[in-house]
């Protein structure tokens, strides 16, 4: 078992029926907002400091929907926090993390993430909504 974890939190964030989705700049592809827990942060003020810095929003974090974790080797591994939440403005400012950013629906929104684990959170966050 890794000896150390990276905690990285991802929001799913809910403006009506449709949720953000973000696209990194490195890594080219969809994902939701989020990032790491530095040291010392709560987890929910972490994930909500993240969104402000990469969109520029603040949400109302909700309930944990989904976790997973990856082996990155024999001494490190990273855990996901997959989260439910809501914004009630869509004005997304981005940082240069992101190039682009999408309001879809569930649906829109399968069909962009490539992650396995991003899908079976956004299923949770679908099937059960309550927060």
């Known amino acids: 078992m890794p000896r150390t974890f990276v905690v990285t939190q991802k929001a799913l964030l809910f403006d009506g029926p449709e949720l953000l989705l973000v696209h990194d700049s490195k890594a080219e592809r969809w994902e939701f907002p989020g990032g790491k827990v530095d040291a010392g942060e709560r987890a929910v003020e972490a994930l909500s400091r993240e969104i402000r810095e990469e969109t520029g929003l603040s949400p109302t974090v909700e309930a944990p929907v989904f976790t997973a974790a990856k082996r990155r080797s024999k001494k490190r591994g990273k855990f996901f926090v997959y989260y439910r939440g809501r914004v009630e403005a869509r004005g997304v400012e981005l ?37």
């Open 95 to 131: 940082s240069d993390e992101h190039d682009d950013h999408a309001w879809v629906t569930p649906e829109g929104a399968r069909k962009r993430l490539e992650r396995r684990r991003q899908r079976r959170a956004l299923r949770r966050a679908v099937d059960d909504p309550a927060p």
